[in-house]
């Protein structure tokens, strides 16, 4: 039997068990969603901006391990989604993201809302493609969905045209893909494998570093457990923090510029970097000539392109990150191996231990009402969680001081470092993860990107926590200036008026009224609102937000507008020469 | 280090953007590209391209794994290490040609195994296939001979691996 492009459309999404699709509708993705008006197993979500919406997907796809779905309309509505695309495909998330386009005969002559979106995200997603035949539809749509979710995942876009959504053609969904130019790596190489255990078991010095891959990979618990076989020291990125409890007693922290001084002085001194699914962007390596210097250097990870891309390898290993962990304990099971330097790397352990204990992470400032604080509540109040990040002072404060393990899991945009993430994406997360507590951190400013989003959450009734540290800067920035720049602070202030003195150095100076008043604009949402100035009330807070389970609460935390992230490596420094805090 | 002559062949989905991907994949990634050339082969859904670029080793294993990460990459050949044949074709017109002019562009058709493929009043155009470096010599040989007269059309490199 014949049927519609979007009755094709709607199958395969069922066929592909897509519960939940976050969508904007628009002239040419009208027909899609009269087409979804039909079913129920498919949930539509509409967020209030096609930004927010990709973030809400995202954060769904992190949080669930599913492919997020997103339906869009041409031209604006597509190019909406240009930042999250980028976003996902950082940070290696499944999405498969589907936009209106105007019909085969109108592309190219810019008709109304006409944008080549597939040209724009090219070199951003993982694979991008306009169905212009109506017969290749149900392989396109299955194709997109391997893409998306196998390999390194990433975004996919399917761009299609209104005439092909019309269409009359076949109602076959296929069972099975063959893409000839993609195979992504299902095996491992044994002998590379072993080359790498006998690495592990004769250095002197060795420590783990382990990024996303992971956490992607879900390979948590064999990682937990090829640290206490192995008993070697473990690091972390921003996006591999989880990957084994951050109270583990061989974890010793985040790497980075931002990262603990057991970690980034263990990168520095260890002999044997045993790194899984990390890219080592700049962030983490510090100045790269000196990064690791004295260490042989193995490296898994399922995307060969992040082998020897930023730091050259000794030893590389192609392929997914829990399989190549598994065969790593397979051969540490099989085979009794000699650990010949025994009491060198008691020592070594001993002094990983010794500086995380010497040196632990704290904010300078102790008294008063401080993020540190609130994160130490959330870590010890909300033990079943999700913590979503938006990007600034606020992530890095979160990636240093929150916990994570088997039950509290953390999403942020740690390759992008996309603003107005954190509230859209926690939206997304919540509707994926309904029984958890999902929380929000923001700042001030990446909250008033995508701030639209409070009807969205309050008419789906969404519970989540919206904490808004409010020091009235883009204070990461505002860091830099501090630090850098002679404190000027060029367009960061967000108390700025007009009748303000133009060179206002002063943070501390009687300031003009803050815009928006958080607490007015959650009520005037028919959300809930409270803001907090004193360390005593945020238990009080957090109690409040409890009582709410029918809607967002946002916590407005009033914080020290000079409080800055430490301890911090400076640009183009070895990761050994931190600045601990001044 | 060193930057050195690289070549690829590519065997691509012979679909609408695939060419925007590659180009675009060596602009976004600030790879040097020196020439491209693309053509549909015995199947006509593949394609294959033969790129040339100027990278040093570090960049080079890059952009091949790259290539190979792009769904419409069937297949990467490195071509700096295999045995190919490589032809570039080459044309050269050539105006305001006196009589001993046009007798020494046959002259030098002649020695280099040129052919002249069309002639109308005093313009000349000169036909040429050759590898890249043959045509380099044949285009500073005519720009000596012929300063300012010449106009040069260059079609890149194709390659195929030896029989």
Not at chain 1, 80 to 90: E, K, M, R
Not at chain 1, 145 to 168: H, N, W
Not at chain 1, 263 to 291: M, Q, W, Y
Request: hydrophobic residues 40%; contains cysteine.
């Amino acid at each position: 039997m014949a049927i519609k492009g979007t009755e094709l459309f709607v199958k395969a999404l069922i066929e592909e068990g897509v519960d939940t699709l976050f969508g904007y509708p628009g002239g040419q993705a009208i027909d899609l969603f009269d087409a979804l008006y039909d079913q129920d197993k498919i949930e539509v979500i509409l967020p209030r901006h096609e930004q927010a919406l990709i973030h809400a997907a995202d954060g769904y796809a992190r949080s669930t391990g599913k492919v997020g779905v997103c339906l869009v309309t041409s031209g604006p509505g597509a190019t909406n989604l240009v930042t999250g695309i980028a976003t996902a495909n950082y940070d290696s998330v499944p999405l498969v993201c589907f936009t209106g386009q105007v019909p085969l005969n109108l592309m190219g002559n810019d008709a109304f809302q006409e944008v080549d979106i597939v040209g724009v995200t090219r070199g951003i997603c993982k694979y991008a493609v306009t169905v212009r035949k109506r017969e290749d539809l149900p392989r396109i749509i299955k194709e997109a969905f391997y893409i998306a979710s196998t390999g390194r995942p990433g975004p996919v876009v399917v761009d299609l045209p209104k005439d092909i959504q019309q269409e009359m053609g076949t109602e076959e969904y296929p069972t099975m893909v063959n893409i000839r130019g993609y195979k992504p790596n299902a095996a491992v190489n044994m002998r590379q494998i072993k080359k790498a255990v006998r690495l592990l078991q004769e250095a002197k010095k060795p420590l783990f570093l382990i990024g996303g891959g992971v956490n992607i990979a879900h390979a948590n618990k064999e990682m937990t457990k090829l640290v206490e076989k192995t008993n070697v020291p473990i690091i972390t990125t921003i996006m591999g923090k989880g990957a084994i409890s951050s109270q583990h007693k061989m974890y010793l922290g985040n790497i980075g510029i931002h990262g603990s001084y057991a970690a980034n002085h263990a990168v520095t001194d260890c002999d044997l970097l045993f790194s899984i699914g990390t890219r080592f962007n700049d962030r983490i390596t510090g100045k790269t000539s000196e990064f690791a210097k004295n260490a042989t250097i193995v490296h898994i990870d399922v995307d060969a392109a992040s082998i020897s891309k930023n730091i050259a390898v000794d030893v590389p290993i192609v392929a997914d990150a829990k399989l190549a962990i598994e065969s790593i304990l397979d051969v540490l099971q099989k085979k009794t191996m000699e650990v010949p330097y025994v009491s060198e790397r008691e020592e070594w352990v001993k002094q990983l231990l010794g500086w995380k204990q010497k040196y632990p992470l704290r904010m300078k400032q102790q008294k008063g009402l401080t993020p540190e604080k609130v994160l130490r509540v959330i870590n010890k109040r909300y033990k079943d969680s999700i913590i979503v990040t938006d990007v600034g002072q606020n992530q890095l404060w979160t990636t240093q001081y929150i916990d994570l393990d088997e039950n509290r899991q953390l999403l942020t945009s740690g390759g992008l470092g996309t603003m107005g993430y954190g509230f859209p994406a926690a939206m997304g997360a919540q509707l994926g993860n309904p029984e958890k507590r999902v929380i929000a951190i923001s700042g001030d400013g990446g909250f008033q990107m995508n701030i639209q989003e409070m009807a969205t959450a309050v008419v789906l009734e969404l519970p989540v926590i919206l904490i808004v540290f409010n020091n009235g800067y883009l204070g990461n920035v505002r860091q830099w200036q501090e630090l850098y720049f002679n404190k000027r602070y060029s367009s960061t202030c967000l108390r700025y008026r007009k009748s303000c003195e133009r060179d206002c150095m002063n943070p501390d100076k009687c300031c003009p009224k803050y815009t928006p008043d958080f607490v007015k604009l959650a009520e005037s949402y028919d959300a809930k609102g409270i803001r907090v100035e004193k360390e005593e009330d945020i238990e009080k807070a957090f109690a409040f937000a409890d009582e709410n389970k029918k809607g967002p609460t946002i916590i407005e935390f009033i914080i020290d507008p000079k409080a800055n992230v430490w301890p911090m490596v400076p640009a183009g420094n070895t990761l050994d020469n931190m600045i601990m805090d001044c | 280090m060193e930057m050195t002559k690289r070549w690829v062949s590519l065997y691509v989905e012979n679909q609408v953007g695939v060419l925007a991907k590659i180009s675009g994949l060596f602009s976004g990634k600030s790879y040097n590209m020196q020439s491209l050339t693309v053509g549909e082969t015995e199947d006509p859904t593949v394609s294959r391209m033969t790129i040339g670029m100027l990278s040093d080793d570090i960049t080079f294993e890059q952009i091949k794994k790259q290539l190979n990460r792009c769904v419409e990459v069937i297949k990467v050949v490195d071509f700096t290490v295999a045995e190919t044949r490589m032809r570039e074709i080459l044309f050269i017109k050539v105006g305001g040609c006196s009589l001993a002019d046009k007798e020494e562009i046959f002259r030098i058709a002649q020695v280099f195994k040129l052919d002249v493929v069309d002639y109308r009043g005093n313009t000349l155009l000169v036909e040429c296939i050759k590898s890249e470096d043959d045509n380099n010599e044949v285009v500073e040989l005519f720009n000596r001979a012929f300063p300012s007269r010449i106009e040069v059309v260059r079609g890149g490199n194709v390659a195929i691996e030896r029989a």
